[in-house]
């Protein structure tokens, strides 16, 4: 299962196959039950993660009781809340599996001294936060520009198996639309076929 | 000026008040006149901007016809359009300064270099990331939980110096609304006063 951390390491290090493997070795991998809570929401983040297997979802609930999802990572993802910089280094959202799960477990107290160790992987890190970037500027700007149906019209194109992985009514939230739009949506695309 | 610049750096590295004032001589600064488009969508980006004075502006044109604005960016912020890793490395985004804008100007192509001769600024780089992350999801996220009348409400707390700086249908765009609403928003707000 470490063959997925060696192909993604690959995209953004200049390292033989050899020194890929060694160090996809040396990374600490744990499993997780469906359901585990990896970060509550107001806990200081002492973790982060990329994903050899399943589903997590970033959500929070706010004052009023309303719980909003944000995010699902997928195989492949790294899953970090950026908040060290923040005034209270408190998490403002949630972590939780959704499936079974494999992970890749980052301990931030040890990253600097990981990068002094190897240099490498401090220009690794620069790089796949470039990628997660990118991504989350696109990702942003696409919700902002797009109405629910494009927005889902756009997970069908470039997520489709989310579709029937999560939770509709959570699917519906990180959509920005209520579960009965989300059912309307899906009729009109007429996408049972997927199931 | 640049003081803005190494109080900035100051943040994010261990280093002497000398060594910050030697980091900031060396940058390369630059002035560019309000209505200066600094990255056209569909480029290449080749250059990413710390801003010391003025304010820009990110937005895109649709198939359609449509623009959106996604971002403003002000002082003591850094500006990157974060494609390096995607496939086309187009940018989906064009940068334009709404303001007489003074701007540390970083060459992408360099970027490498001027890591391997200051391996500090890779540490600083990083970090400032980090950071800039976990403003994003935040910004993402909030959007995604609130209302137009409780976003505008954050921009009221967060940025109020915004609302009377940039043209008001890029300000609603920005906020995911028509110029009408914003006026009926901004009127139940009854900030009048700000200006």
Do not use: W
């Not at 744990?30 to 585990?36: A, D, E, V």
């Not at 200081?44 to 994903?51: G, L, W």
């Not at 919700?143 to 992985?165: C, D, G, H, M, Y």
Request: aromatic residues 10%; glycine residues 4%; proline residues 3%.
């Amino acid at each position: 299962m470490k063959e997925i951390l060696v192909n993604y390491m690959k995209q953004f290090a200049d390292l033989s196959e050899a020194d890929l493997i060694s160090l996809a070795e040396n990374v600490p991998v744990g499993s997780f039950k469906k359901g585990t809570v990896l970060l509550h929401q107001g806990e200081v983040p002492d973790k982060c993660f990329f994903i050899l297997k399943g589903c997590i979802r970033q959500y929070a609930i706010d004052v009023s009781g309303k719980e909003t999802t944000f995010n699902f990572f997928t195989e492949e993802q790294s899953v970090t809340i950026f908040n060290q910089h923040s005034k209270d280094k408190l998490s403002n959202y949630s972590l939780s599996c959704l499936e079974d799960c494999v992970l890749v477990v980052g301990d931030l107290a040890l990253e600097q001294d990981a990068y002094d160790q190897y240099p490498v992987l401090e220009m690794m890190t620069r790089k796949m936060m470039e990628a997660d970037m990118g991504r989350i500027q696109d990702e942003f700007s696409s919700f902002v520009a797009s109405t629910p149906e494009e927005r889902f019209k756009a997970l069908l194109e470039k997520r489709a198996e989310l579709i029937n992985r999560v939770p509709q009514y959570q699917l519906a939230s990180y959509l920005g639309i209520t579960p009965e739009s989300l059912s309307r949506i899906k009729k009109r695309f007429d996408i049972t076929h997927l199931k």
